[in-house]
C-alpha cells in the first residue's frame, strides 16, 4: 500500500475510534469529572504522524455529536496542539523507561483548555482551579494510566 493511502486509512481509522470510544462510554466522557477513554488513543502520534489528524477529526466529530460547537472547536485545537507535542516527543521517548513523557501532552494542553470550556461554555458551577483538578485526574487515567497500556501494546505488536 502506498503511503499515502496508508497514512489516510491510519487517520480514519483513529478517527473512528475515537469517535465510538467516545460515544459509547459517553457518560464517563463529560462534565465535571470525566474519563474520556478515547484519550487513550493520544498515545498513538509517538508512533505514526497520521494519528494527528485521526485524533483531531475523532475529537472534532465526537464535539459536535455532543452538541457544543465551543467545546468541539475548542477541544479538537487542544487534541490538535497535544498530538503534535506527542509526536515529537515520541521521537525522543523511545525507551522503555521514559515512553511515559509521551502521555503528558494531552494531560497537561487538556487541564489547561478543558476547564475554560466547562466554565465559559457550560457554565458549570465549582470554578476553573477546581476543573483543572478534575480534568487532569481523569486525563491522568484516560491518556496517562491507558495511554500508558496502549504505548506498551502498540510497541509490542508493532501495529502502527
Known sequence: ???RIKNLVVA?????????????FAPLASGVIQVRIAEALTVLPAFTPAAIPGLFIGCLVSGFIG?????????????????????FIG???????????CTLPP???????????????YHLEGGVWFFVL???????VAAGLLGCLLYKIVK???IL
Do not use: H
Not at 481509522?13 to 469517535?19: N, V
Open 134 to 140: 478534575t480534568v487532569a485526574c481523569g486525563q491522568a
Open 107 to 121: 494531560i497537561v494542553i487538556n487541564a489547561i483548555v478543558v476547564p475554560l470550556i466547562l466554565e465559559y461554555a
Open 12 to 24: 480514519a481509522i483513529i478517527a473512528a475510534l475515537y469517535t465510538v470510544l467516545t460515544v459509547v
Open 91 to 101: 521521537k525522543k521517548c523511545r525507551s522503555n523507561k521514559t515512553f511515559w513523557i
Open 1 to 3: 500500500m502506498q503511503p
Open 67 to 87: 452538541g457544543n460547537p465551543i467545546d468541539a472547536l475548542a477541544g479538537s485545537g487542544a487534541t490538535l496542539i497535544a498530538a503534535i507535542l506527542t509526536y
Open 156 to 158: 509490542k505488536i508493532d
